[in-house]
């Protein structure tokens, strides 16, 4: 028997040869099979009326068959409340890809994140592009070619949804799902320009986005948070070989990772994943001894760490100085203290869990000609959040090691006046060696206690008579903290080698400073069995916080009237009068006599005024009360979430009556009808077999008897 009309036509021939003699009755085992194929058959109609709703769930997507939007090599990286760059190759080679241009070049290349909403919703899937089937014209005789066309219109989908994944759940969408990105006037209308683009050649463009605070904390439909992959829809526009535009939209990957997190909402702070140097002394050497030495690296974050590698730089920690604890020779060196005899000093560790310590040890020569003192290290630490991932993080950190050289050290000179030279003597370190505010957040305009913890930092000489005094940056000729109490000197008696005293205060912030960190200055002044009056400084960034303010302008209800089942547009202006960015700023209507309705209008900056218009639909009348409550929903840099209220005035009557016109145009079907209508389409026919091969069974069944 020939094979007909592919597939579809040998599965039914095959549904009704099973069991039939030459004569064409349906022995009792033949009936058996009969029925178990015509269960199958209603099952298939089943699977085709419910097949529209299957979803599967994705972060990370598939870019294999992408054509013109590629991952960048080195996978961009991005913290919540953040900026970042994404980087995004582009071109095409003619052979991998769905939607090849025919052609050796494409022109007037342009890109841009895509703002289009069939790919920013989670009810669209991105646009299927059909390729020409090289089988399609198989003949009805040739049974091979219909196999072979069948095969590759099935692997060809199969490709597509795997590289779509049937759908893509995390295709994002603007209006409170789980686009990565905030949404402002300037995302999607970065654009970047291309003169031409030929076939083999790839671009690497960059894009400026600002990362949502709450990135990691958004769900998607089926109540999933992000593992930290997002892929992201980008649009190419060009000119083809025939002179006409075409569009193409794809998605790339970037990676959203916890490791970062803003400390205020003028400064941002990298919080990094490991700390240095806990529950350990310095460690020191003395020339020409070997310096047996190791550092404590501890995980503090709470995620673990993969493929750990600790790189010892042989340069200096970049923006320190090496802190001389003796008067040096005019041919000492200050630069990186020990003789390098291995090719690097990287130590690698497989996995680091949330607060494990790791301890890298070294034995290291210490030059000849290095001067006496304390010398900031430089190590830089690699790490992946991912075991066997591609994405990489990098912090650089410094830690101090006491080197001694006494073949280095200036001889003091005799001097018959005697006056006293300040590096001719060793003396103590005073340092801060923690400090913390009460309240934790410190708020312009308010005041908070400044606890200062203070330490001897020497292990060997201790500090007496000390003298501190705070003194404040200043911001517009005036200093942004004051001490309440009026007095800002303090008085310590002594301070033994590693002994530590704390001391506390009343400050202000003042409050009209912009909302970022602040230097408060610690000047010490004090004595050491040989060195009398040392004086030193120490810095520490105290951020200040400002509240946020807004008010509202220009409301406008247009008709200020409607009947139920009618529309109405609302609109006014949300104005940040503070000096904070207001961050995912939503306006929220609900009320009893009107469907609730969300009006997205973004970050707004501070002395900016960002727009609210909404469509009201009316479902009750009003009555007396007009009013309709309005909340403005918004949140700070830290992902912290605030509500403001207003309201505006609307009045809502009686549905108009029917008056029985017929104005000629049929009402629009419903979505969700029009859906059941088109799968029901495909249930019907299979349900007119099911009752055919029934009545045909009963007949037969009639004339036995």
Request: proline fraction near 4%.
């Amino acid at each position: 028997m020939k094979r007909k009309n592919g597939n579809k036509r040998y599965f039914m021939d095959s549904v009704f040869r099973v069991g039939k003699d030459p004569h064409g009755s349906f022995p009792s085992c033949g009936l058996k099979n009969l029925r178990a194929a015509l269960v199958l058959l209603l099952c298939l109609s089943f699977l085709l009326v419910f097949a529209g709703e299957k979803h599967s769930y994705a972060s990370y997507v598939n870019t294999n068959l992408n054509t013109f939007f590629h991952d960048a090599q080195d996978m961009p990286t991005g913290y919540p409340g953040q900026e970042m760059e994404v980087k995004v190759r582009v071109g095409y080679n003619g052979v991998n890809g769905l939607a090849n241009p025919n052609s050796d070049e494409i022109k007037n290349v342009r890109v841009r994140l895509s703002n289009d909403q069939s790919y920013l919703t989670t009810n669209n899937s991105p646009v299927k592009t059909n390729k020409d089937n090289p089988y399609k014209n198989a003949g009805d005789g040739d049974e091979q070619g219909e196999a072979q066309k069948d095969a590759w219109d099935e692997g060809y989908k199969a490709g597509k949804n795997n590289a779509y994944k049937n759908g893509l759940n995390y295709v994002y969408p603007v209006d409170g799902g789980v686009y990565p990105f905030e949404v402002n006037a300037s995302l999607f209308t970065q654009e970047k320009t291309l003169s031409s683009l030929k076939k083999g050649e790839y671009k690497e463009l960059n894009f400026k986005v600002n990362v949502r605070a709450d990135a990691l904390k958004m769900k998607d439909s089926a109540g999933n948070t992000s593992d930290g992959y997002f892929g992201v829809p980008f649009t190419i526009w060009y000119t083809d070989s025939n002179g006409k535009e075409q569009n193409r939209t794809e998605f790339v990957n970037v990676f959203i990772t916890e490791s970062g997190e803003v400390k205020s909402s003028g400064t941002k702070i990298v919080e990094k994943s490991l700390v240095v140097g806990e529950n350990q002394l310095t460690p020191s050497g003395n020339y020409p001894s070997v310096m047996n030495y190791s550092v404590n690296f501890r995980n503090q974050s709470k995620n673990t760490l993969y493929d750990v590698k600790i790189k010892l730089n042989t340069s200096l920690a970049e923006k320190e100085a090496v802190q001389l604890t003796a008067n040096a020779k005019a041919e000492a060196q200050k630069d990186f203290p020990f003789a390098i005899n291995e090719s690097n000093y990287d130590r690698e560790y497989a996995v680091v869990k949330p607060g494990e310590t790791v301890s890298p040890s070294y034995s290291m020569a210490i030059k000849s000609n290095t001067a006496s003192g304390y010398y900031p290290l430089s190590y830089t630490v690699s790490y992946k959040v991912a075991p066997g991932g591609n994405v990489s993080t990098t912090d650089d950190y410094s830690f101090y090691v006491n080197v001694r050289n006494s073949t280095m050290i200036q001889e003091e000179a005799k001097d018959k006046a005697g006056d006293f030279n300040a590096n001719d003597r060793t003396k103590a370190r005073l340092i801060v060696s923690k400090y913390r505010t009460e309240p934790e957040q410190v708020y312009a305009g308010k005041d908070f206690k400044l606890i200062l913890t203070m330490k001897n930092a020497s292990t060997s000489i201790a500090a007496s008579n000390i003298l501190f005094t705070l003194t404040s940056e200043k911001s517009q000729d005036a200093a942004v903290f004051s001490i309440a109490d009026g007095a800002n000197t303090f008085v310590v008696n002594s301070l033994a080698a590693g002994a530590e005293t704390e001391i506390s205060m009343t400050v202000r912030a003042g409050a009209g400073v912009d909302p970022k960190s602040y230097v408060m200055t610690v000047n010490e002044k004090y004595d050491s069995p040989e060195f009398k009056n040392a004086e030193e400084k120490v810095d520490i960034d105290i951020p200040v916080n400002q509240t946020a303010r807004m008010g509202f302008s220009n409301f406008s209800v247009t008709p200020e009237s409607v009947a139920v089942g009618s529309e109405s547009d609302a609109m006014f202006g949300i104005n940040n009068t503070g000096k904070v960015i207001l961050y995912n700023v939503t306006a929220v209507f609900e009320s009893d006599y009107i469907k609730k309705a969300t009006a997205y209008v973004g970050n707004i900056k501070p002395g900016e005024t960002g727009n609210v218009d909404v469509m009201l639909s009316a479902v009750k009348e009003t009555g007396e009360d007009t009013t309709i409550p309005v909340e403005i929903q918004y949140e700070d840099v830290n992902g912290n979430k605030f509500t403001e209220k207003t309201e505006i005035n609307l009045t809502v009557t009686a549905e108009a009556p029917d008056n029985g016109l017929d104005t000629g145009e049929a009402a629009e079907p419903n979505p969700k009808e029009k859906k059941k209508t088109s799968s029901l389409l495909f249930a019907v026919p299979a349900v007119l077999v099911l009752g055919a091969v029934l009545f045909v069974v009963k007949k037969r069944k009639g004339k036995k008897k």
